[in-house]
């Protein structure tokens, strides 16, 4: 049985990737072949020649908001931030608060020189409030213009001036991003790019997408002590027909398939164990993938490196094997690869 412990390892300050590379298939990638404990040291551009004709690569199409605003209590003028998480009924939003005091229900809250309003209405769980948005446009189009990119804390961005903002807004986006509703980008995906995927269809590989939205519980450290009793927050997701027939397809005639990311796989294992077979629909996903656990849908992964004590890291355990997975994260580091959001990739084959 094992513990949170067992996913800690400490990783230098420096290796923690502030900014993407300028061409973002230059990214390093291991290659960790699971059957055998065999690690390779290659590039992103390497990715078709470990793929053939037939797998099918799954990404996942969501779409980050720019959902930091910056405002202030409208009776006091503090400052106060929040980190819009989703919009659970119309006009009602769960949120992230951060303020020097926090409001008080009722309180009201101006950002966008006013264009937007909001209200507290009632305090949630672990950090999260819930409030009353008012706007004189679509809000989500108003979020484009005044929201903030949601990149995480460990991406320092102290005092960022216009620039950096927009090349966030860039860079902190997938090119296969399509449906808004993400505050947190699927970072595997980043590192994509047009010749790439011209590349990969070369070679046969057939693509298709899924959409799960990505929220800020993904990368919140585990911090039970027992890996079971963690509890995952539950996140919105969404298969097309045409996925679905595609993935189908291939399991029954044996043909691999790729999950690019963990939101990735953590939709199709959610769907596999749930239906049995990759079936369309939508729905809500918690499931809380570490060891051991027996994959159903996916034959290999590509993935970022994650941080210590982390969902994520425990469920690329639960993939390769934990004493594989963490060898591979000491030699990474050895190796100075570059972690986290913005840093390079692991493919697990």
Known sequence: MLRTSDFEYVLPPERIAQKPLARRDAARMMVVHRAGGRLEHRSVTDLPGYLRAGDVLVCNDTRVIPARLIGEKTRTGGRIELLLLEEVESGAWDVLIKASRRPK?????????????????AEGEQGRARVRIMSDRPLLDLLEQEGLPPVPPYIVRK???????????????TIFARHPGAVAAPTAGLHFTKELLQRIDE??????????HVGAGTFRPVSA???EDHRMESERYMVSPETAR?????????RRVLAVGSTTVRVLETIAREKGRIEA????????IHPPFEFQAVDMMLTNFHLPRSSLLMMVSAFGGHDLVMRAYNEAIRENYRFYSYGDCMLMV
């Open 159 to 173: 005092n960022a001036d216009h620039r950096q903002i927009e090349a966030d807004r860039e860079q902190y986006q």
């Open 225 to 227: 002590e027992q890996v």
């Open 203 to 212: 070679h046969g590989v057939r693509r298709v997408a899924v959409t799960l």
């Open 105 to 121: 229900p009722g309180e009201p809250l101006s950002f966008a020189e006013g264009r937007i309003q909001a209200t507290l209405l």
């Open 281 to 288: 629909g939508s729905g809500r996903t918690a499931l809380f």
């Open 246 to 254: 595609e993935i189908e397809r291939a399991r029954e005639e044996n």
